[in-house]
T-cell receptor
Framework: GQNIDQPTEMTATEGAIVQINCTYQTSGFNGLFWYQQHAGEAPTFLSYNVLDGLEEKGRFSSFLSRSKGYSYLLLKELQMKDSASYLCAVRDSNYQLIWGAGTKLIIKP | ETGVTQTPRHLVMGMTNKKSLKCEQHLGHNAMYWYKQSAKKPLELMFVYSLEERVENNSVPSRFSPECPNSSHLFLHLHTLQPEDSALYLC??????????????FGPGTRLTVL
C-alpha cells in the first residue's frame, strides 16, 4: 500500500528553527509537495521537489532524498503566524497526490 | 472573485436531507477535485474531473454524486448521508491533471455536519 508518515504535532519557539519530516512509500514518484493549512482555511502551496537536494524559498526550505523516501520542511526565524498544519503529499506513478495526515505546528512566544 | 470559491461554508443536515455543495474556480484550470478532510486523517480524494469528464472515482459511496457542468464549476450532491460523513469537504483545481509541478489550488471548504 501507499503511505506517507509525518509527526502529528510539533512545538517550537518564536524566532527558532524547526524541521518537519516526511517519509513516504508510494507506487512510483513524480514529485513531492508541501502545503500549509491554517485552522479553518484552505491548504496553500509551499514547495515542490522532484530532484534530490534542497530548495530554498525565503524562510522556508524543502529537502528531498528519493533513495531514502524522505523529505523535510525547514522553517527558520519562526513567527507566530507560522502556527498551522503542514501537509506532505507525493505524486505517484498514476500522477495522483497521496497525502500525509499533516503536522500541526504550535509556535510559542 | 479570485481563486477557488466554495459555498456554503458551513452546512448542517439531517440524514434524510438532500443538499448540494458548490465549487467555482476563476483560474482557467482544466482539472477539478473533491476531497474529504477528517480530523487527523490524510486528505481523501473523492472525485477528479479533467475537462468536465470524470477520470477518477475512489470507491466513494453512491450517496455522494458529483456534477461538472463546465470547466469552472463543480458540484457535490449529497443525499441520505451518515453521521460519519461529517467532515470538511475541499474543492481544488489545477492547470492540468497531474502534470509535473502543477500545484493544486484549494477552496476554503465546506464544513459539513450530519445529524
Amino acid at each position: 500500500g501507499q503511505n506517507i508518515d509525518q509527526p502529528t504535532e510539533m512545538t517550537a519557539t518564536e524566532g527558532a528553527i524547526v524541521q518537519i519530516n516526511c517519509t513516504y512509500q508510494t507506487s512510483g514518484f513524480n514529485g513531492l509537495f508541501w502545503y500549509q493549512q491554517h485552522a479553518g482555511e484552505a491548504p496553500t502551496f509551499l514547495s515542490y521537489n522532484v530532484l534530490d537536494g534542497l530548495e530554498e524559498k525565503g524562510r522556508f526550505s524543502s529537502f528531498l532524498s528519493r533513495s531514502k523516501g524522505y523529505s523535510y520542511l525547514l522553517l527558520k526565524e519562526l513567527q507566530m503566524k507560522d502556527s498551522a498544519s503542514y501537509l506532505c503529499a507525493v505524486r505517484d506513478s498514476n500522477y495522483q497526490l497521496i497525502w500525509g495526515a499533516g503536522t500541526k505546528l504550535i509556535i510559542k512566544p | 472573485e479570485t481563486g477557488v470559491t466554495q459555498t456554503p461554508r458551513h452546512l448542517v443536515m439531517g440524514m434524510t436531507n438532500k443538499k448540494s455543495l458548490k465549487c467555482e474556480q476563476h483560474l482557467g484550470h482544466n482539472a477539478m477535485y473533491w476531497y474529504k478532510q477528517s480530523a487527523k486523517k490524510p486528505l481523501e480524494l473523492m472525485f477528479v474531473y479533467s475537462l468536465e469528464e470524470r477520470v477518477e472515482n475512489n470507491s466513494v459511496p453512491s450517496r455522494f454524486s458529483p456534477e461538472c457542468p463546465n470547466s469552472s464549476h463543480l458540484f457535490l450532491h449529497l443525499h441520505t448521508l451518515q453521521p460519519e460523513d461529517s467532515a470538511l469537504y475541499l474543492c481544488a483545481s489545477s492547470q492540468s491533471l497531474g502534470s509535473g509541478s502543477d500545484e493544486q489550488f484549494f477552496g476554503p471548504g465546506t464544513r459539513l455536519t450530519v445529524l
